[in-house]
């Protein structure tokens, strides 16, 4: 059964500080890797995707993918409560099919 | 603007019924997909479809069917509703040979009594 899961959560933070959320996966064909946000009662959308192995930035998201150790994680730089959510990862296969995590909710605290 | 546009956001329906969930899409993408969400389980695939008339299992497509007649249109047949199909269900899409992100309706959250 091809797997990913996500660090336990709830995570809490203070608004500014770095948030680190992590996810590693059982596929080891794994193409492509993605990071969704849901807001409460919202649905899902795609903030970072990546597909190499090392660092993607874009603002203050940086996506890091380790395909040798199977983790990717999301790094949230100077956190603000606008981005309390649930975070999704997720990856696709061979078959374009995209698999989720169970989420982790993520609090910051003003 | 893409757009994935579900029939109903709210249901209540009988067990036993048949239920007809609805989803349209205007990007032209080849690639739709249904989903439900249920808390601590999170997003769990129940049918895609790559191309019209075509249709592949997900992970959980027990109690499920699904039609895919146009291109723009996938449709999700819960023949006979019972009370553990209660549930968000989300309907994405995709494009065919591209990034591989997934473009959401708005949800239909369906309630079995």
């Known amino acids: 059964q091809k797997e990913v899961e996500q660090n336990s959560g709830p995570l809490s933070v203070p608004e500014g500080a770095i948030a680190s959320l992590n996810c590693t996966y059982s596929d080891r064909g794994s193409q492509s890797f993605f990071w969704y946000r849901q807001y409460s009662g919202k649905s899902p959308e795609l903030i970072m995707f990546i597909y190499s192995n090392g660092d993607k930035e874009d603002g203050r998201f940086t996506a890091q993918l380790n395909k040798a150790s199977q983790y990717v994680s999301l790094l949230i730089r100077d956190s603000q409560p606008s981005d309390s959510a649930t975070y999704l990862c997720?990856?696709?296969?061979?078959?374009?099919?995209?698999?989720f995590g169970k989420g982790i909710t993520l609090s910051v605290r003003p | 603007d893409v757009k994935v546009t579900q029939s109903s956001r709210y249901l209540v329906k009988r067990t036993g019924e048949k239920v007809f969930l609805e989803c349209v899409q205007d990007?032209?993408?080849?690639?739709m997909f249904w989903y439900r969400q249920d808390p601590g389980l999170g997003l769990r695939l129940i049918y895609f479809?790559?191309?019209?008339?075509?249709?592949e299992k997900g992970d959980i497509p027990e109690g499920y069917s699904v039609s895919r007649e146009k291109k723009e249109r996938f449709s999700l047949i819960l023949e006979s509703a019972s009370t553990n199909q209660t549930s968000m269900y989300l309907c994405?899409?995709?494009?065919?040979?591209?990034?591989?992100?997934?473009?959401f309706g708005e949800g239909s959250r369906l309630t079995v009594l």
């Open positions: 990007m032209d993408h080849e690639n």
């Open positions: 479809s790559y191309d019209v008339k075509m249709k």
């Open positions: 994405a899409s995709s494009l065919a040979g591209g990034t591989g992100e997934l473009f």
């Open positions: 997720a990856y696709t296969g061979a078959n374009s099919k995209l698999t």
